[in-house]
């Protein structure tokens, strides 16, 4: 079974600072997909990137951008400029196509506290 | 507006009580998924379908059934086997096989025991 690690319960950072989140997981798989969802405290989830594990390039989305290292089984993301309306709750999730019918397994999440 | 529709926002069972949490897509997805938060738990999955008329288990299915009926819904039922129901349940869709698409997530239903 995959399972997917977020050691930081709990983070805080300064407006305008940079704050990276950790995330590891474990497949024997090769083929895979790794994302981060955020969850303000409306409940929603939205996307907030995601990478395929066949490209060696990091993907970037604006102010966000992840830090993966196949070998290690690690899927960080980092977030610049922090603003306020980054505070959330951020998941990391991770799909292979051949279990669940493509279903995400989702770690713990890391709540992200910005201040002013 | 194509969208993930779930209701109530709020629901409250009762001891021994079936409760079914709706969830309605008009995004004309064939793949649909629920999944059950806790806090400090993350998202687990309960049960998903790929197709109409074919559903499967998840890691926690016990206490929960599903059907599917027709493309736009899948509705989850919350049995009075499960003993420990109160949780954030929330409901996505999907297309179909296609590994890299992004999840819909519906608003979710808050679920507590009276």
């Known amino acids: 079974a995959q399972t997917v690690t977020q050691s930081q319960p709990e983070m805080s950072v300064q407006e305008a600072e940079t704050v990276t989140l950790s995330c590891t997981y474990d497949?024997?798989?090769?083929?895979?997909?790794l994302f981060w969802y955020k969850q303000p405290p409306s409940r929603q989830m939205i996307l907030v990137i995601r990478q395929e594990a066949y490209k060696q390039q990091n993907a970037t989305e604006n102010r966000f951008s992840v830090n993966f290292q196949k070998a290690a089984k690690s899927f960080s993301l980092k977030i610049s400029d922090s603003q306020l309306g980054d505070t959330a709750m951020y998941f990391c999730a991770f799909m292979n196509p051949s279990r669940s019918g493509y279903a995400l397994n989702f770690g713990k999440g890391t709540s992200l506290l910005v201040t002013p | 507006d194509g969208g993930i529709t779930q209701s109530p926002k709020y629901l409250f069972r009762k001891e021994g009580q079936n409760v079914t949490l709706s969830c309605e897509q008009n995004?004309?997805?064939?793949?649909m998924y629920w999944y059950r938060q806790d806090p400090g738990q993350g998202l687990r999955l309960i049960y998903y379908s790929q197709i109409v008329n074919d559903f499967q288990k998840g890691d926690i299915a016990e206490g929960y059934s599903v059907s599917r009926e027709k493309k736009e819904s899948f509705p989850l039922t919350v049995t009075s086997a499960q003993k420990n129901p109160t949780a954030f349940y929330l409901c996505a869709s999907s297309i179909a096989g296609a590994a890299f698409e992004k999840l819909f997530f519906g608003s979710g239903t808050q679920l507590s025991v009276l």
């Open positions: 995004l004309n997805h064939d793949a």
């Open positions: 497949t024997s798989e090769s083929n895979y997909y």
